[in-house]
């Protein structure tokens, strides 16, 4: 997996290209160690605390299968386990992906 890509990075020229699929997400992970606090002040160590998540999907280009992952930041909405998605490809390289959030 590329970890660049999994954040979003070097992806904007594979986006303007338009080649696109449907992939489905497989799981998704709440990344705990990552705790954004959302109040100013807290009473609790729990108390606003909101986590970002990686969903991770599979998808089919010419027939043959491929994997990629998407961190999802805390305050979007990432997409539950059987939810489809569109992952954009490069065309000379589809493990190479893309997806908007």
């Known amino acids: 997996m590329n970890l660049l890509r999994s954040?979003?990075?070097?992806?904007k020229k594979i986006l303007q290209a338009?080649?696109?699929t449907t992939a489905i997400v497989m799981q998704t992970k709440t990344c705990y160690w990552l705790k954004v606090n959302t109040k100013a002040v807290r009473i609790g160590?729990?108390?606003?605390?909101?986590f970002p998540h990686v969903a991770?999907?599979?998808?089919t280009v010419d027939?043959?299968?491929y994997?990629?992952?998407?961190?999802?930041?805390?305050?979007?909405?990432?997409?539950l386990?059987?939810?489809?998605?569109?992952?954009?490809?490069d065309?000379?390289?589809?493990?190479?992906?893309?997806?908007?959030t």
């Open 7 to 11: 954040f979003g990075v070097g992806t």
């Open 18 to 20: 338009g080649n696109k």
């Open 45 to 50: 160590p729990m108390d606003g605390a909101q």
């Open 56 to 59: 991770h999907f599979t998808y």
């Open 63 to 65: 027939g043959v299968e």
């Open 67 to 79: 994997k990629g992952s998407r961190f999802y930041n805390w305050n979007v909405r990432c997409p």
């Open 81 to 89: 386990k059987g939810e489809t998605i569109t992952v954009y490809y």
């Open 91 to 100: 065309s000379s390289a589809p493990q190479k992906y893309a997806v908007r």
